[in-house]
């Protein structure tokens, strides 16, 4: 099994060991054992409880990452019991508050929430303000810590007597730009610390880089901050990335993947998660998995036993809670839903989550991806990646940042996030695994990921992957695309590269262009590929403009350009540019220019047909 690594550290090491927080010889170590067993009906701690429940209970301000499920909610919960005085919990969700509240209650334990429609509910004001507080565990989301003028007093006259115990941020990645789900209402929790300096802090959350960590401690201002982590490896998961279809056909692929991949169990398909890019898709993939095709012999796979729901923020909240219930009870098997779906979502028995659309970045998928085998049995994590899919999300990026008027610095963070989304779905050679946690700033070697990824798995069926110096190519796309200032789409671009003579090309006498033919023999893939590694490294450039109409009926039109500063050093000669393409060991056929495209070769699909966009909605619901 993987050790754990467990950080405990302000920062500049300043007396910052797990081994502190790793022990029961605390004051409260004999009360809190018993709490956990009597109240909370728990034999022992998961990893990280034990040290995050003692350092809170030393008054330290810490940071706890654990994944959804994990067991975040105890390290507050627990403390919150064993002293008399008001822990204060800022949560993004009512939903979310309303889970926690039901536990509690089951529990026995005097919590609440404070919403808009209990602001004037006095008797909770009237408890704060008694001596002892019977209220151990008070809910509030961030707006309201900041508006509510009223609650602010309350909280004041707490302080003053000592009985303001702790704030606990949930989701605290929140706060930060940086990390995948920014709120601004967040950001205004930064005074926290200046109106209650002697008040623990502990910021909770199941994602977050470095930098969001960073971020996260600098924005409260809790330089002295603990941080407690796990590892990020989910070991029984397996990740994969495979070609996305196009419509129905993506739609048998699914069930195909579902029968093939053994997800079902006494023919009935196992519970899992399709995240789709829009509203429109959740409805679309829904209805479409619910349909059944007799003539492709669905009925024999799928006895009357595939059903999905949708889930979005387009629908009315009664709908989202139903289908939500629904799933979560085993009477649905799939939901298909939008990123709206997910937070504090917790279902141990999710066997699959796939990915009809990229997300926006490696820490939502790594989020996203993680909501299958909560309960530690096996959980399949499959991304149907396509490049048009890459090149939307780009230009959607830009659009709304041009709405909300972004700091450039923002819009340039979630387009680098973008791409190295991008860039784990074309790198085939590395480790899925190797390339997550990396993300992560964690090391992993990929002979742990034991064939748990495709890379691995094709490595260990006998392909292999070799660095393969593609510069020739890469100077003639550069050729090419410098003559055409205009810009050109990619599956033209490989056309041209590869010496076509089809009328798109002779039309415009693009046959004439330098760097014409420089790709003969190349693998229409290959070329793709080299192409979209140009795009990633930043020596193309790509941009999508929208066409035709508007709204549902707008079309785009994505065309690559050329980037002189970058290009330079290669067209002169002083850069060599390498990819690694996929090999097999034994039997490549006749040996085109590179290596045989096998058949784990990804993303093969040419997006030159402008596409239609169903809506833009980056999915989400406010509280
Ligand atoms: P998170 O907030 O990290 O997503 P929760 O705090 O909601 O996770 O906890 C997830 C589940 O794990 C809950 O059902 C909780 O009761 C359970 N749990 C947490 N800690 C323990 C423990 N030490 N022993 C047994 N069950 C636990
Ligand atoms: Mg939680
Ligand atoms: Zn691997």
Same mark, same amino acid.
């Given at each position: 099994?993987?050790?754990?690594?467990?950080?405990?550290?302000?920062?500049?090491?300043?007396?910052?060991?797990?081994?502190?927080?790793?022990?029961?010889?605390?004051?409260?170590?004999?009360?809190?054992?018993?709490?956990?067993?009597?109240?909370?009906?728990?034999?022992?701690?998961?990893?990280?409880?034990?040290?995050?429940?003692?350092?809170?209970?030393?008054?330290?301000?810490?940071?706890?990452?654990?994944?959804?499920?994990?067991?975040?909610?105890?390290?507050?919960?627990?403390?919150?019991?064993?002293?008399?005085?008001?822990?204060?919990?800022?949560?993004?969700?009512?939903?979310?508050?309303?889970?926690?509240?039901?536990?509690?209650?089951?529990?026995?334990?005097?919590?609440?929430?404070?919403?808009?429609?209990?602001?004037?509910?006095?008797?909770?004001?009237?408890?704060?303000?008694?001596?002892?507080?019977?209220?151990?565990?008070?809910?509030?989301?961030?707006?309201?810590?900041?508006?509510?003028?009223?609650?602010?007093?309350?909280?004041?006259?707490?302080?003053?007597?000592?009985?303001?115990?702790?704030?606990?941020?949930?989701?605290?990645?929140?706060?930060?730009?940086?990390?995948?789900?920014?709120?601004?209402?967040?950001?205004?929790?930064?005074?926290?610390?200046?109106?209650?300096?002697?008040?623990?802090?502990?910021?909770?959350?199941?994602?977050?880089?470095?930098?969001?960590?960073?971020?996260?401690?600098?924005?409260?201002?809790?330089?002295?901050?603990?941080?407690?982590?796990?590892?990020?490896?989910?070991?029984?998961?397996?990740?994969?990335?495979?070609?996305?279809?196009?419509?129905?056909?993506?739609?048998?692929?699914?069930?195909?993947?579902?029968?093939?991949?053994?997800?079902?169990?006494?023919?009935?398909?196992?519970?899992?998660?399709?995240?789709?890019?829009?509203?429109?898709?959740?409805?679309?993939?829904?209805?479409?998995? #619910? @349909?059944?095709?007799?003539?492709?012999?669905? /009925?024999?796979?799928? &006895? $009357?036993? =595939?059903? *999905?729901?949708?889930?979005?923020?387009?629908?009315?909240?009664?709908?989202?809670?139903?289908?939500?219930?629904?799933?979560?009870?085993?009477?649905?098997?799939?939901?298909?839903?939008?990123?709206?779906?997910?937070?504090?979502? #917790? @279902?141990?028995?999710?066997?699959?989550?796939? /990915?009809?659309?990229? &997300? $926006?970045? =490696?820490? *939502?998928?790594?989020?996203?991806?993680?909501?299958?085998?909560?309960?530690?049995?096996?959980?399949?994590?499959?991304?149907?990646?396509?490049?048009?899919?890459?090149?939307?999300?780009?230009?959607?990026?830009?659009?709304?940042?041009? @709405?909300?008027?972004?700091?450039?610095?923002?819009?340039?963070?979630?387009?680098?996030? =973008?791409?190295?989304?991008?860039?784990?779905?074309?790198?085939?050679?590395?480790?899925?695994?190797?390339?997550?946690?990396?993300?992560?700033?964690?090391?992993?070697?990929?002979?742990?990921?034991?064939?748990?990824?495709?890379?691995?798995?094709?490595?260990?069926?006998?392909?292999?992957?070799?660095?393969?110096?593609?510069?020739?190519?890469?100077?003639?796309?550069?050729?090419?695309?410098?003559?055409?200032?205009?810009?050109?789409?990619?599956?033209?671009?490989?056309?041209?590269?590869?010496?076509?003579?089809?009328?798109?090309?002779?039309?415009?006498?693009?046959?004439?262009?330098?760097?014409?033919?420089?790709?003969?023999?190349?693998?229409?893939?290959?070329?793709?590929?080299?192409?979209?590694?140009?795009?990633?490294?930043?020596?193309?450039?790509?941009?999508?403009?929208?066409?035709?109409?508007?709204?549902?009926?707008?079309?785009?039109?994505?065309?690559?350009?050329?980037?002189?500063?970058?290009?330079?050093?290669?067209?002169?000669?002083?850069?060599?540019?390498?990819?690694?393409?996929?090999?097999?060991?034994?039997?490549?056929?006749?040996?085109?220019?590179?290596?045989?495209?096998?058949?784990?070769?990804?993303?093969?699909?040419?997006?030159?047909?402008?596409?239609?966009?169903?809506?833009?909605?980056?999915?989400?619901?406010?509280?």
């Amino acid at each position: 099994n993987v050790s754990s690594s467990i950080v405990a550290t302000d920062c500049e090491m300043k007396g910052g060991d797990a081994k502190d927080w790793d022990h029961t010889n605390f004051a409260w170590s004999k009360l809190i054992q018993q709490t956990l067993r009597n109240t909370f009906n728990a034999k022992s701690f998961r990893s990280l409880q034990l040290l995050a429940v003692n350092a809170t209970m030393a008054a330290r301000d810490c940071l706890v990452l654990m994944p959804t499920g994990g067991g975040k909610s105890l390290c507050y919960q627990l403390p919150a019991v064993v002293k008399p005085g008001v822990t204060v919990v800022i949560s993004p969700l009512i939903s979310l508050i309303q889970d926690q509240l039901h536990h509690l209650s089951e529990m026995g334990i005097p919590a609440t929430v404070l919403s808009a429609a209990k602001e004037s509910d006095n008797s909770i004001y009237d408890d704060l303000r008694s001596s002892t507080p019977e209220l151990r565990l008070l809910y509030v989301t961030p707006e309201k810590v900041v508006r509510s003028g009223k609650l602010k007093t309350a909280l004041q006259r707490l302080y003053e007597r000592n009985m303001l115990n702790r704030f606990v941020l949930d989701e605290a990645h929140c706060i930060s730009a940086w990390g995948h789900d920014f709120r601004k209402d967040y950001t205004e929790l930064r005074g926290l610390k200046h109106l209650f300096p002697t008040t623990p802090i502990m910021c909770l959350t199941a994602t977050a880089t470095r930098r969001v960590q960073d971020d996260i401690v600098r924005q409260l201002n809790l330089p002295k901050c603990l941080r407690f982590f796990d590892t990020f490896n989910r070991t029984n998961l397996t990740y994969e990335v495979h070609p996305k279809l196009k419509g129905k056909q993506m739609i048998s692929e699914i069930k195909d993947v579902i029968v093939k991949r053994g997800l079902m169990r006494n023919k009935r398909v196992q519970c899992g998660i399709i995240y789709c890019f829009s509203q429109a898709d959740c409805e679309k993939i829904a209805s479409e998995l #619910n @349909k059944v095709d007799r003539s492709a012999g669905d /009925h024999t796979r799928f &006895p $009357k036993r =595939l059903k *999905a729901v949708p889930y979005h923020a387009g629908l009315p909240e009664a709908t989202r809670k139903k289908h939500q219930e629904m799933w979560q009870r085993d009477e649905v098997n799939i939901i298909c839903a939008t990123v709206a779906f997910g937070m504090g979502i #917790n @279902k141990p028995n999710v066997r699959f989550v796939f /990915h009809h659309s990229m &997300p $926006k970045s =490696l820490e *939502a998928y790594h989020q996203e991806s993680g909501r299958a085998g909560r309960d530690g049995e096996h959980g399949l994590c499959i991304l149907f990646y396509s490049w048009g899919d890459a090149s939307k999300a780009r230009s959607m990026l830009m659009d709304s940042a041009r @709405k909300e008027r972004a700091q450039p610095a923002v819009l340039q963070n979630n387009l680098d996030s =973008l791409n190295t989304m991008v860039s784990y779905c074309e790198n085939m050679a590395d480790c899925r695994r190797t390339q997550l946690m990396a993300h992560f700033d964690e090391r992993f070697e990929r002979s742990r990921c034991r064939g748990m990824c495709d890379s691995c798995a094709a490595i260990n069926a006998g392909v292999k992957f070799e660095e393969t110096d593609v510069t020739n190519f890469v100077i003639g796309i550069m050729n090419i695309v410098r003559s055409v200032p205009e810009g050109i789409g990619i599956g033209l671009l490989v056309d041209v590269l590869r010496g076509s003579a089809a009328k798109t090309v002779t039309q415009k006498q693009y046959n004439r262009l330098p760097g014409y033919g420089a790709g003969k023999g190349l693998d229409k893939s290959e070329a793709e590929r080299i192409a979209r590694a140009m795009v990633l490294r930043g020596y193309l450039r790509e941009n999508t403009v929208r066409s035709e109409g508007a709204g549902p009926f707008a079309t785009t039109v994505t065309t690559i350009h050329y980037n002189r500063p970058r290009c330079e050093a290669i067209q002169q000669g002083r850069e060599q540019f390498k990819i690694a393409f996929s090999k097999r060991r034994t039997g490549a056929k006749k040996a085109p220019v590179i290596s045989a495209a096998v058949t784990v070769t990804l993303g093969t699909q040419p997006d030159t047909q402008p596409e239609a966009i169903d809506d833009f909605i980056f999915d989400a619901i406010g509280p």
